[in-house]
């Protein structure tokens, strides 16, 4: 199936210092362009997949699992650790917790993590009754664009494939037991009011890792999309400025990747 608009990968090369950014659950790269863009911007190597059964139509999500997603954020990982020196990984939701899975199983050759808004449980009383509804039942409704930003859009399905939800709520779980594993620097950014993930995730996530250099940063104005709402800015500024603390020099110049 032909990619939506706007749903395409992106990549950049710039310096020795890599970034790799992962998308959300149903979501798909439009919702963190804005993010590998201005890093893109700094003089930083950027990666933002697109996961498989993302961008397309719900149907071929249907198809896919986390096996799926994970696999494709670890091989954009071990490209970028080729022509970079430190990498960082990055990522919104169910990107958070990807991101994090890297850091767990990939050690030194993650250099910092940044997650935004992330995921570490599929709540409510019908996350237990996925494993039997998702064989009488295709989809349920969907979670993208949860924004407070007026005009803004999340280019994400309308409805979530019951396989491929249990495939999250399988991975979360464990992930959550990898959590301890995870030692680099984070940075963890999380909004006020967020109607997709509840703040007990990230504090579950700040309680279970083995991280000693931990940042914790409250988005008071967005939703759960924050990188396309009103603290976009904020995001994108604190992160670039937690990559050059433990990258001494990314940002300085402000010079645009060729790429």
């Known amino acids: 199936m ?90 919104l939701s169910m990107g958070g917790a990807l991101a994090l899975r890297l850091a767990a199983r990939h050690g030194d050759r993650v250099a910092g993590v940044i997650v935004v808004n992330p995921a570490n449980k599929v709540h409510g009383l019908s996350a237990y009754a996925l494993p039997v509804a998702r064989h009488l039942v295709r989809t349920t409704r969907g979670i993208a664009s949860d924004i407070a930003k007026d005009g803004a859009t999340e280019l994400g399905y309308d409805r979530v494939p019951l396989h491929a939800a249990h495939s999250l709520r399988v991975f979360l779980r464990r992930l959550d037991g990898e959590l301890p594993q995870v030692t680099q620097p984070l940075l963890l950014l999380r909004s006020a009011r967020d109607h997709v993930v509840p703040a007990a995730d990230a504090a579950r996530v700040l309680s279970r890792v083995s991280s ?41 110049e402000g010079t645009a990747a060729v790429g």
């Open 2 to 91: 032909p990619v939506l608009p706007g749903a395409e990968p992106y990549r950049r090369q710039g310096g020795e210092v890599g970034v790799l950014l992962c998308h959300g659950f149903t979501g798909s790269p439009q919702s963190l362009r804005p993010w590998a863009e201005h890093h893109a911007a700094h003089g930083l190597t950027v990666s933002l997949p697109l996961l498989p059964g993302h961008g397309t139509r719900w149907e071929d999500m249907q198809l896919t699992g986390w096996q799926d997603w994970y696999a494709e954020v670890d091989r954009e990982l071990r490209v970028l650790t080729e022509s970079c020196s430190r990498v960082f990984v990055a990522g």
């Open 212 to 252: 000693t250099d931990v940042t914790e940063s409250v988005l008071e104005h967005s939703y759960h999309v924050a990188t396309l709402d009103l603290d976009a800015d904020r995001i994108f500024e604190e992160s670039l400025a937690f990559v050059g603390r433990l990258a001494p020099g990314v940002g300085k």
